[in-house]
Structures are given as C-alpha cells and as structure tokens.
C-alpha cells in the first residue's frame, strides 16, 4: 500500500548549519508530495509540495525535489535558524493523505 | 477568512462515555478530513467526506467510530463507548476538492486539534 517513510529525529542542529530530513515514499498512481511542519503549540501547515516528478517545492529557504526514480522527497534547508525548530511531516496524497511519523528538529543558537 | 476550527480543544472524560468532536472546515471547501494522532506519530487518515458523502471511512478503528456532515459543512466524530486507547489527538482538515485523476493535489489544512484523554 502507499507510505511514507521519513528520517526518525530528532535532530539538533547549531543554527545556520545545513539540513537534510530523508523522505522516501511507496505509492501506486502517481502521487502528490507534502511537508508539512509543526510549530510548539501550534497545529500542522503546508511548507511546501510537488505534485509530478522533477518539481522542486520551496518556500522559507526549504527545498525538496520530488524524485520518482529515488521515490524520494528529501527535505533541505543551506541555513537553519533557531525558529525552524519544529516537528516536520513528509506526507503524500493519491486519494488520501499519508503522513511520516515526524522528524523533530531542534535548532541551537 | 477564518481557518478551520475544532471544538472542544480539549475533551477528558471517563471510560465507557461516548463523546462527540465537531470540526468546522473553511468556506467553501469541498473535502473534509479526520485524522488521529498518537503523540509522537504522523496524523493518521481516519475518514473523509466530499459534500455530505462519506467517501472512505477505511481508517475509522472499529465500529464505536463514526462521523458525518449531513450540509456539507459542519461535521462531527463520534465515539461511542469510549475506551483508553481512543486517547490521542483528533485532527480535522479541509480542502478545497479531493483527488481526482492521474494527479492528486489536494492541499489541506488542519484545525488546532482535539485533544481527547480517556481516563
């Protein structure tokens, strides 16, 4: 069946520091691709999405390729700061949406 | 406009009760969600309605969970007979339309959440 599997946390990072949370995916069709992100306290956004292969979503400074051939979504920041600190959810969508089990980042001044 | 929201945002209550979360989706939107979410665990898809019509009530647990939005808008998950295990966070989401064809993409967004604790 469809699935995500993303990059067990967390991570902890020194601010400005590069990062990369791994996604890779299953899915029949063709799905679209998600990251969502969690603030503390506060309920799950959109960051970014691809919907077919080779679409790069982007937004904040975060990138991710959607990579048929890898089946991957690789989730990338060049410079964090301590604000991105937050849980992030790989997810997909064919009919319904799928989610990863989170990857909690932790960002350190 | 407003977001989605969810009521109550926190729900306690003893073993064995039933209990009833309401989600209100935004505007206009077509296609609504619920999700449940273990603490430290990705959302997982429970049901979803198009309109008023349950589409896919595939996650839904067992038969003490059900949902519905019989306008089309406002819709509720119940859970009847409640047990410890239902403790988790419910999430509801909504989007403009549902996946349809080769290409799915179907942006949602999601309540605050009701936090359910089943003592």
């Known amino acids: 069946g469809d699935s995500v599997t993303q990059m067990e946390g967390p991570v902890t990072l020194s601010e400005e520091a590069f990062l990369t949370i791994n996604c890779t995916y299953t899915?029949?069709?063709?799905?679209?691709l998600f990251w969502y992100v969690q603030y503390p306290g506060e309920g799950l956004q959109l960051l970014l999405k691809a919907t077919k292969a080779d679409d790069k979503g982007s937004n904040k400074g975060f990138e991710a390729t959607y990579r048929k051939e890898t089946t991957s979504f690789h989730l990338e920041k060049g410079s964090v700061q301590v604000s991105d600190s937050a849980v992030y959810f790989c997810a997909l969508s064919v009919d319904q949406f799928y989610f990863g089990t989170g990857t909690s980042l932790t960002v350190i001044p | 406009g407003a977001g989605v929201s969810q009521s109550p945002r926190y729900k306690v209550t003893k073993r064995g009760q039933d209990v009833a979360l309401r989600c209100d989706p935004i505007s206009g939107h077509v296609s609504l969600y619920w999700y449940r979410q273990a603490l430290g665990q990705g959302p997982e898809f429970l049901t979803y309605f198009n309109y008023e019509a349950q589409q896919d009530k595939s996650g839904l647990p067992n038969d003490r969970f059900s949902a519905e939005r019989p306008e089309g808008s406002i819709s509720t998950l119940t859970i009847q007979r409640t047990e410890q295990r239902d403790s988790a966070m419910y999430r509801c989401?909504?989007?403009?339309?549902?996946?349809?064809?080769?290409?799915?993409?179907?942006?949602?967004?999601f309540g605050p959440g009701t936090r359910l604790t089943v003592l």
């Open positions: 989401a909504s989007s403009l339309r549902s996946a349809g064809g080769p290409i799915a993409y179907n942006e949602q967004f």
């Open positions: 899915a029949t069709g063709y799905p679209s």
